[in-house]
């Protein structure tokens, strides 16, 4: 979400999302969601997600890749998913945690964020 924000800084080099919400209740307090703000991105970001996420459907993460290749600027996107992943499992307290996923996620967030200048 704040890589569609540009503040008296200008907008983030990039982002990484590791399983986050795409799409949620709108309320006062959350009025867009992920996919709402995939297509107004300023910046570059990296997506991480467990195909075994029961609270995030595939076709949020389809939609979302669909956002990101309509923004009009390019920023560039990429959304990785791990067919044999849970919600959460880069957390290593959590049972849902899956080492060769959470490495190789890491890496890819890792080459992701230096090619982005960060």
Same mark, same amino acid.
């Given at each position: 979400?704040?890589?569609?924000?540009?503040?008296?800084?200008?907008?983030?080099?990039?982002?990484?999302?590791?399983?986050?919400?795409?799409?949620?209740?709108?309320? +006062?307090?959350?009025?867009?969601?992920? !996919?709402?703000?995939?297509?107004?991105? =300023? /910046?570059?970001?990296?997506?991480?997600? *467990? @195909?075994?996420? +029961?609270?995030?459907?595939?076709?949020? !993460?389809?939609?979302?890749?669909?956002? =990101? /290749?309509?923004?009009?600027?390019?920023? *560039? @996107?990429?959304?990785?998913?791990?067919?044999?992943?849970?919600?959460?499992?880069?957390?290593?307290?959590?049972?849902?945690?899956?080492?060769?996923?959470?490495?190789?996620?890491?890496?890819?967030?890792?080459?992701?964020?230096?090619?982005?200048?960060?």
């Amino acid at each position: 979400m704040y890589c569609a924000h540009a503040g008296p800084g200008g907008a983030p080099k990039a982002g990484a999302a590791w399983y986050g919400r795409l799409s949620n209740a709108i309320n +006062a307090l959350q009025t867009k969601t992920a !996919i709402d703000v995939g297509a107004k991105l =300023l /910046a570059p970001v990296i997506g991480f997600y *467990g @195909g075994q996420d +029961a609270g995030i459907p595939i076709g949020q !993460i389809e939609m979302m890749r669909r956002e =990101l /290749a309509a923004n009009p600027k390019k920023v *560039g @996107g990429e959304i990785i998913v791990y067919p044999d992943a849970q919600h959460g499992f880069n957390a290593d307290y959590r049972p849902s945690y899956n080492k060769a996923a959470a490495e190789d996620a890491w890496q890819k967030m890792l080459a992701f964020m230096k090619k982005s200048g960060v």
